[in-house]
T-cell receptor
Framework: NAGVTQTPKFRVLKTGQSMTLLCAQDMNHEYMYWYRQDPGMGLRLIHYSVGEGTTAKGEVPDGYNVSRLKKQNFLLGLESAAPSQTSVYFC??????????????????FGDGTRLSIL | QKEVEQDPGPLSVPEGAIVSLNCTYSNSAFQYFMWYRQYSRKGPELLMYTYSSGNKEDGRFTAQVDKSSKYISLFIRDSQPSDSATYLCAMTVDTGRRALTFGSGTRLQVQP
């Protein structure tokens, strides 16, 4: 049982190049998220998905696109990479439920991150 | 001003000490409060979770929430070198998307 797997773990890009980060989860979770983590800023939500075929913007969506074609996969794309997008990217997933108090049993499970440098 | 403020540290303590980690927040709508532990080059892992105000204890860890002061704390008793990590507070309003707002993290170093 792998949990949340992110591919690749490291990548160096040149300004203007494009790439796709892949997140895969094997827990049958409905919700998936992409965060970026920068020094002194904590984790900030880029985009999220509440189910297959649905996506929505988070706190810092500019310059990124996402797709959720399959329930287990959530892709993050950079169409034209910029140095400001140098960061560590984390994917997370969680269950969904209409029961509010059940949230305690639905932590967000995180992958180990993709370290992206843009020169 | 950030919605969630957390002292970045680093905080260095001797083994066996009691550690206190804190966050303040500005959004009174937050109802769910979490502490995540993040080891170097790893993803965050959920350590403690609390709903609304009050205390919650789990082994050596105690989480406290004071909604009137918009202040949350994590206490670690009998700290161990294996507790050395970055501790992130996180919180959320009860919304359908369940996305979290994180503090910037406090780096803790427990000296043997």
């Amino acid at each position: 049982n792998a949990g949340v797997t992110q591919t690749p773990k490291f990548r160096v890009l040149k300004t203007g190049q494009s790439m796709t980060l892949l997140c895969a989860q094997d827990m049958n979770h409905e919700y998936m998220y992409w965060y970026r983590q920068d020094p002194g800023m904590g984790l900030r939500l880029i985009h999220y998905s509440v189910g297959e075929g649905t996506t929505a913007k988070g706190e810092v969506p500019d310059g990124y696109n996402v797709s959720r074609l399959k329930k287990q996969n959530f892709l993050l794309g950079l169409e034209s990479a910029a140095p400001s997008q140098t960061s560590v990217y984390f994917c997370a997933s969680s269950y969904s439920t209409g029961e509010v108090r059940a949230f305690s049993n639905q932590p967000q499970h995180f992958g180990d991150g993709t370290r992206l440098s843009i020169l | 001003q950030k919605e969630v403020e957390q002292d970045p540290g680093p905080l260095s303590v001797p083994e066996g000490a009691i550690v206190s980690l804190n966050c303040t927040y500005s959004n009174s709508a937050f109802q769910y409060f979490m502490w995540y532990r993040q080891y170097s080059r790893k993803g965050p892992e959920l350590l403690m979770y609390t709903y609304s105000s009050g205390n919650k204890e789990d082994g050596r860890f105690t989480a406290q929430v004071d909604k009137s002061s918009k202040y949350i704390s994590l206490f670690i008793r009998d700290s161990q070198p294996s507790d050395s990590a970055t501790y992130l507070c996180a919180m959320t309003v009860d919304t359908g998307r369940r996305a979290l707002t994180f503090g910037s993290g406090t780096r803790l170093q427990v000296q043997p």
